[in-house]
């Protein structure tokens, strides 16, 4: 397809008096890999709903050649946009299994009511806790999960849903090292299913490793948009991140 | 096992129950019992659709007894209408009055949505009340006429065999829907409503079917009540009493598995039929009243929740 | 439709308006500040009448003497249930709904229990003040509804100050929004919400002494006041004093005026009626947080 994936133009929120993003304009292309950084209460996350479609604000957001601005979460994952939870939402009474059932059910299929579960979800829902190294918890309730698991399983739940675009909320908050290389080796494997990807971090080494373009956001505004060097060396985004 | 199967089975059962007892028992208030213990059955069943399954507290319950109960008294006041027809009409008018309720509340938080359910309950209770051509206040009376049908000794032993029928469907209809795709988008919508709608469950869609369903099961629960008892005023009909055990007997029973509210009904409409006898109407209330207090402190995923310590949803693989 | 009888429904309403405040600004704060869904408040409402109608015909106490005598009790109750609310249900996470289904079984409890010991009939109080009524021009002001008015109207406006002058107040409308500054700051966000619920039961005791001066009371009339309990909230807005005024003051006279020109039956539909209308279309209310 032609042009970029995502297009968002003039995105803007305010709760109440509160402007939580004021004119965002950000592209995605198909396959990219873009990191979002920013101070707290810049605004990703409510980025993030305004995608995928939990807050409703103003301004464009197209995706895949879609207008997005009629269609609730349900349909825009449907297209194609997942995105993971900051604080992971297991559902929480459903073994590990069932849970990434769910997003092939309705997410990936077209018509979920009108076929008969024969079970052959199960299939690929094992190959993708594979991927993400949960099958042997497969069984269990995911209420019963460890932290990094839960944020495994948060992935895994975004990839059954075959999406064209990723967007991971601090996917990475308070894990170890060596889990983080595990949650990012699964991100980075996205690009070769030609799978793009959003990065919302605040671990600028997990950040670089990772982006190939970052975009920064201060006080509901993009400062700068660009290759990961330029971007880290320019001085508005310097005195963002230590000047205030 | 298939869902044609287990139906078949489940009616096949209700006939040779209902044939056997009224070949054998000649005791007419142990079909009357055993009626209104089936009763409970339905009823708990249909609003565990959408308390258990799906997450949202009804607790109007009555308003839909109610809703089929008057929509008999209306058809046999216009055409003197056949009992088959009363069902499904009394089935029909619930289950869409479910699906207006579920448009107009389903986008408000679940908490919002019980309060919303109480609130409508009232209104129609008012609305009985003031309508003349139903009795109003006063009541209204449905007599069977003539012989009862079928060859059954009595009208209460044919009415007991419908409503076995009824019980029947509905856990049929439950557990079809607590297996099916359907079931598993009701559950994610359960444990977290935002969460499934990312997933991509419709979650308005899925909330819409699952209020018609269980409003259209509690009409049809009550399209037989006047038959049954002859005489009905809305006091009887919108009864506090069908709230309260509606939700104590999946609560007790078990919420996440169809066969929760059949266990909690049989249990407690049974221990409500055998106190009835010896203790006051209020004392049964306030028993059934204390059990949901405690069991929704103690044991919330019920009796079904100590045996079955993992928890699972049936699943046919 | 005549002017004085215009005038009368108008007056009634208002008077009933700030008894309807009393009785719905406990619910204002458990669930607009705490989130705890009393369902149950009316119960204790009704609890309080029944005190004052007992403490009345014994010992022909007034009613708002048992009233105040009796809130430190009432606020204990409250205090007590949060606790126990808190521990068994707030705690375990995700289930609210859990703690609906228990303060509708408490509710219902408190209904049978109470016709068990007093049975159905209705209760009432005397008081020398509620036979009378002063005349204003064309326009009647009874006592028995003038009397719970300045004295609901006091206790809301005292409610509001305490809720903004001092630090318990203000640390009640700082847990509603932002528990963790809260401990930040050193204080215990469970002990507040225990003292609010308390406020809010104690609330509830006091104007069901005033209910029972207007009307008669029995058990079940509890259950008609929810759809009032929760549509004054919804209306106004959660967790605000002045909107539970603004809320109170439609419900007042909008009840007041069905009574009057449609017939006192349809009185109970209002309430309910109103509150789908506000749930369906402004779940925040008109002062919304």
Redesign the interface.
């Known amino acids: 397809m032609s042009g970029p994936l995502l297009v968002a133009k003039g995105v803007t929120k305010r709760f109440g008096g509160f402007v939580a993003l004021d004119g965002v304009d950000l592209s995605v292309g198909a396959g990219e890999r873009v990191g979002l950084i920013g101070p707290n209460g810049s605004g990703k996350s409510t980025l993030v709903n305004c995608i995928a479609g939990t807050v409703r604000g103003g301004g464009s957001i197209e995706f895949d050649g879609h207008d997005l601005a009629p269609l609730p979460p349900h349909r825009r994952i449907r297209l194609g946009i997942a995105r993971s939870f900051q604080i992971p939402r297991p559902f929480a009474s459903m073994t590990v299994l069932d849970n990434l059932r769910i997003p092939l059910l309705y997410a990936a299929r077209a018509h979920p009511l009108l076929q008969r579960s024969r079970g052959r979800e199960t299939e690929e829902a094992l190959s993708i806790l594979r991927q993400v190294g949960l099958e042997a918890k497969a069984g269990r309730l995911s209420r019963e999960l460890t932290q990094v698991d839960m944020r495994k399983l948060e992935l895994a739940r975004a990839i059954a849903s075959h999406p064209k675009l990723l967007v991971a909320d601090e996917a990475l908050a308070g894990l170890s090292a060596s889990e983080v290389d595990e949650i990012l080796a699964i991100l980075l494997e996205m690009k070769g299913r030609g799978v793009a990807v959003i990065l919302i971090e605040h671990m600028m080494r997990a950040v670089l490793r990772f982006s190939e373009r970052i975009a920064v956001l201060v006080v509901g505004r993009k400062i700068a948009d660009g290759p990961a060097e330029t971007v880290l060396r320019d001085p508005a985004v310097e005195r963002a991140y230590l000047g205030q | 096992m298939k869902t044609s199967s287990f139906t078949a089975i489940a009616l096949c059962t209700a006939l040779l129950v209902a044939g056997t007892t009224s070949a054998l028992v000649t005791n007419d208030y142990f079909f009357s019992a055993s009626y209104t213990v089936l009763q409970f059955v339905v009823l708990a069943t249909a609003w565990n659709i959408l308390g258990g399954f799906t997450g949202y507290v009804n607790f109007g319950s009555a308003a839909f007894f109610a809703l089929g109960a008057y929509s008999s008294i209306v058809l046999d006041r216009l055409l003197e209408a056949p009992i088959g027809l009363s069902i499904l009409s009394g089935t029909a008018v619930a289950a869409l009055v479910g699906l207006g309720m579920g448009y107009l509340t389903l986008r408000l938080r679940g908490v919002f949505f019980a309060i919303a359910t109480l609130a409508f309950a009232e209104v129609l209770f008012t609305f009985v009340v003031n309508w003349d051509y139903v009795g109003g206040a006063r009541g209204a009376y449905v007599v069977l006429q003539g012989r009862p049908p079928l060859g059954f000794r009595s009208f209460v032993q044919f009415l007991f065999a419908i409503m076995a029928l009824m019980a029947a469907g509905a856990v049929a209809i439950a557990r079809f829907v607590q297996t099916s795709t359907l079931g598993l988008g009701l559950a994610a919508i359960r444990d977290d409503e935002v969460a499934a709608e990312c997933s991509g469950v419709p979650t308005l869609r899925l909330k819409l079917v699952s209020t018609t369903v269980s409003g259209g099961l509690m009409g049809m629960a009550g399209a037989t009540f006047p038959y049954f008892l002859s005489y009905v005023e809305p006091h009887g009909v919108f009864s506090l009493s069908y709230a309260v055990n509606s939700i104590a007997m999946p609560l007790i029973g078990g919420m996440y598995d169809w066969a929760g509210p059949v266990i909690g009904a049989l249990l407690l409409g049974g221990l409500q039929q055998v106190l009835q006898v010896n203790v006051s109407a209020d004392w049964n209330l306030f028993l059934v009243g204390a059990l949901l207090v405690v069991f929704v402190t103690i044991a919330p995923h019920g009796i079904m929740g100590w045996t079955f310590r993992r928890g699972r949803r049936g699943r046919p693989t | 439709m005549s002017g004085p009888l215009f005038a009368n429904a108008l007056v009634s309403g208002l008077l009933l308006a700030g008894f309807y405040a009393a009785v719905s600004v406990g619910i204002s704060i458990a669930f607009g500040m705490l989130d705890v ?1 009393n ?1 149950a408040h009316p119960a204790f409402i009704i609890l309080g009448s029944y005190a004052a109608s007992i403490a009345n015909a014994s010992m022909g106490a007034d009613p708002i003497v048992t009233a105040v005598a009796l809130s430190p009790a009432f606020f204990a109750l409250g205090l007590l249930l949060y606790r126990f609310y808190h521990a ?1 249900f707030e705690r375990r996470g ?5 703690g ?3 303060f ?3 509710l ?2 408190t ?3 109470l ?2 010991a007093f049975g159905v009939d209705y209760r009432s109080v005397t008081a020398r003040y509620i036979g009378t009524t002063w005349r204003l021009g064309t326009v009647d002001l009874p006592l028995r509804l003038f009397v719970p008015f300045v004295v609901s109207v006091a206790m809301t406006l005292s409610l509001q100050v305490f809720l903004s002058r001092t630090f318990f107040g203000r640390a009640v409308l700082a847990v509603g929004q932002d528990q963790l500054a809260l401990q930040l700051m050193g204080v215990d966000p469970v002990r507040i919400k225990q003292i609010a619920f308390g406020i809010s039961i104690a609330t509830a005791g006091v104007a069901g002494a005033l209910l029972v001066i207007i009307q008669p009371v029995q058990p ?1 009339l509890g ?2 006041y ?2 009032l309990v ?2 004054i909230p ?1 209306l106004g807005g959660m967790g605000s004093i002045a909107g539970t005024l603004a809320g109170a003051a439609i419900l007042g006279v909008a009840t007041s005026f069905t009574a009057t020109f449609f017939g006192p ?2 009185a ?2 209002v309430s ?2 109103i ?2 209308f506000a ?2 279309f402004r ?1 925040s209310g008109l002062f919304g947080r």
């Open positions: 869904v369902i068994t995700r289930e609210p709904l859990r609906l289904a228990f509708f079984g408490i219902f409890v209904e049978v229990a016709i068990l079940s259950r008609e929810i759809g929760f549509a919804v039956s349809w109970p539909a309910f009626g509150l789908l749930l369906a779940p």
